[in-house]
């Protein structure tokens, strides 16, 4: 099956930024022909999208991480990207990718925390 693997996540001030990387491996998969989202889950509330690329690298963005947030593809090293900007302690969640609408098995997450 496919695996997603997270990472780049950790403990960021307020307005500082962090990289995160998702790694699709294991059995082939057509990568380039899928949407593809990152997600977060914070304790005690319901993983909710905040961002998504088409194929064709069109992007969009739930409005809490509008203009912050990037969501970029690398197809040929099966990886998607979150590039986050001036993080807010709203943002402290366990982030992760996986297809949108999401049909893969979920990896771990990468955990961010910004302090208030």
């Known amino acids: 099956q496919v695996q997603l693997v997270e990472s780049g996540g950790g403990l960021v001030q307020p307005g500082g930024s962090l990289r995160l990387s998702c790694l699709a491996s294991?059995?082939?998969?057509?990568?380039?022909?899928?949407?593809l989202g990152w997600y977060r889950q914070a304790p005690g509330k319901q993983r909710e999208l905040v961002a998504t690329i088409t194929t064709d690298g069109v992007s969009d963005y739930d409005p809490s991480v509008e203009g912050r947030f990037t969501i970029s593809r690398d197809n040929a090293k099966n990886t998607v990207y979150l590039q986050m900007n001036s993080l807010k302690p709203e943002d402290s969640a366990v982030y992760l990718c996986?297809?949108?609408?999401?049909?893969?098995?979920w990896g771990q997450g990468t955990q961010v925390t910004v302090p208030s």
């Open positions: 294991g059995r082939p998969f057509s990568f380039n022909s899928v949407a």
């Open positions: 996986n297809t949108s609408p999401a049909f893969l098995s």
